[in-house]
């Protein structure tokens, strides 16, 4: 890196808030996924006025600029392609204003998700998108790739509880979009924004809404012999117009190796479960409750178990959203994949993946939204052995383009990133991506910001 652009860093922002060292940087070069980047420098602002000036050196120096949150995500989004700056808004981590009566929440983007429940939680209010990362992922993070999560199937993904974005341009140029209003005039700049992965702009503040906790919560467990009678079931509940706050699925592989990590209580010997939450008023949880077990019945579950108390929801949740470590502890290294497909399509998909899992001899476990078909096959592998590496991106390659077979998408929550751009010809013409272009470019002109991100680099 250019000494005197390390030189200005190191003036603006302190010796210790910028990082250079080989050492130092070997952090940086991970995210949650399998790809690998290294940056030039990271720095720490702390004030928006920090980052302007940041963004202002970058653009002078025609260096690269990659905005970075807690590295959880899982497609590459927060590394550094093309080397140049990683901007981490680790120490931007304040929550700036509650306002309660008005159900409102301004934060900076450093702000841990799970970490803004908890202080609403007292107002009987909280944030409800709900990632399986929420105890170490960001709100600018989950802006940046619209993150969703289990209970986003009743309450919805990011943008739809972001209300106004801060936001400091490539240029160096500060702006406001959206506003405390519910429906404010002009052009939806703000929605537009929230999945940008980073290449329209900084994000340096966030307001967002809070959401009531419900007068009432039931949290059902239905376990199944069959995978093909636990996705029928999923089918039924929607065709009977009924919408749980969460819908979620493991197979077999997955909780056995989740029961062994975390004692959740899920039955070993079963071929898969549903995790499904009912919420809201309490004669009206009731009567849905009632109406799953209904449905999980009538397509053969053999146990469908009701959590008796908070401290039982809270354990079947901790099993569901520490899966992931649960496979960590099985293999040297796993690669999660986000595919999404039609509810329908879920008993061949799940077969398909098991065929892909048998053709290159790989132990692929799942684990997903199944309410709205997000799926996310963990496929494990030894990453030092380069042909199971091959193979295992081969794998994940052949699982999103059947997905795309089956009338799906590449990407239901965790962004494409530098993971997926080769796979964008897949689901966009050349058209559709050239306005894609176009639009980048308005902000970004230069490409500094994020580059080698979303769109692939070439054709086909």
């Known amino acids: 890196m250019d000494s005197r652009l390390l030189h200005d860093l190191k003036k603006l922002l302190g010796v210790e808030a910028v990082l250079h060292k080989p050492e130092e940087l070997l952090l940086y070069e991970y995210d949650g996924s399998v790809e690998v980047a290294r940056p030039e420098c990271v720095v720490f602002p702390r004030t928006t006025a920090d980052v302007v000036q940041i963004v202002r050196l970058a653009n002078r120096h025609k260096v690269p600029l990659v905005g970075r949150g807690a590295g959880t995500g899982l497609s590459g989004g927060a590394l550094a392609r093309q080397g140049g700056i990683i901007t981490s808004f680790a120490r931007m981590n304040h929550i700036l204003e509650i306002d309660a009566e008005n159900q409102r929440a ?13 202080a609403v939680a007292h107002t009987g209010l909280h944030f409800a998108p709900d990632p399986s990362s929420q105890k170490a992922c960001t709100i600018g993070g989950n802006v940046s790739e619209n993150s969703g999560g289990p209970h986003t199937l009743a309450y919805g993904v990011t943008v739809n509880h972001v ?3 801060e936001v400091v341009l490539p240029s160096g140029e500060l702006i406001r979009l ?5 429906d404010p005039p002009g052009y939806d700049l703000t929605g537009l924004f929230v999945g940008s ?3 329209f702009g900084l994000v340096t503040e966030i307001t967002v809404k809070l959401t009531r906790l419900p007068e009432a919560v039931k949290t059902l467990l239905a376990v199944y012999d069959s995978v093909n009678d636990a996705t ?3 089918a039924e509940i929607t065709a009977r117009g009924i919408t749980p706050a969460a819908c979620e699925m493991l197979d077999g592989w997955t909780i056995r190796a989740v029961e062994d990590y975390v004692h959740a209580g899920f039955p070993l010997d079963s071929a898969a479960i549903l995790l499904i939450e009912v919420d809201g008023l309490r004669e009206v949880v009731e009567a849905e409750a009632e109406d799953v077990a209904d449905v999980c ?3 053969h579950a053999r146990e469908v178990r009701v959590a008796r108390d908070a401290k039982e929801r809270d354990l079947l949740w901790k099993g569901r959203k520490n899966a992931f470590g649960a496979a960590g502890r099985l293999a040297p290294s796993y690669y999660t994949q986000d595919g999404v497909i039609p509810r329908t399509k879920l008993p061949a998909t799940l077969r398909r993946i098991s065929e ?18 997000n799926l996310h096959p963990i496929i494990l592998f030894d990453e030092r052995n380069e042909k199971q590496f091959r193979d295992t991106v081969q794998a994940a390659d052949e699982i999103i383009e059947f997905c795309i077979q089956v009338g799906g998408s590449i990407t239901g929550e965790h962004g494409v990133g530098m993971e997926k751009d080769r796979l964008m010809p897949l689901l966009f013409s050349e058209a559709d991506l050239g306005l894609m272009r176009r639009v980048r470019d308005v902000f970004n002109p230069d490409g500094l910001l994020n580059p080698g ?7 086909g």
């Open 197 to 199: 992965e980073g290449t």
């Open 297 to 299: 019945r009538l397509h």
């Open 453 to 459: 991100k979303i769109l692939p680099t070439s054709k």
């Open 232 to 234: 029928e079931t999923v």
């Open 178 to 182: 959206g506003s405390t209003a519910l």
């Open 356 to 373: 892909i899992g048998k053709k290159y001899n790989l132990q692929i476990g799942n684990v997903f939204h199944a309410g709205d078909g």
């Open 106 to 118: 301004t934060v900076q983007p450093g702000v841990v998700n799970a970490d803004l429940s908890v």
């Open 163 to 165: 209300l106004a974005l």
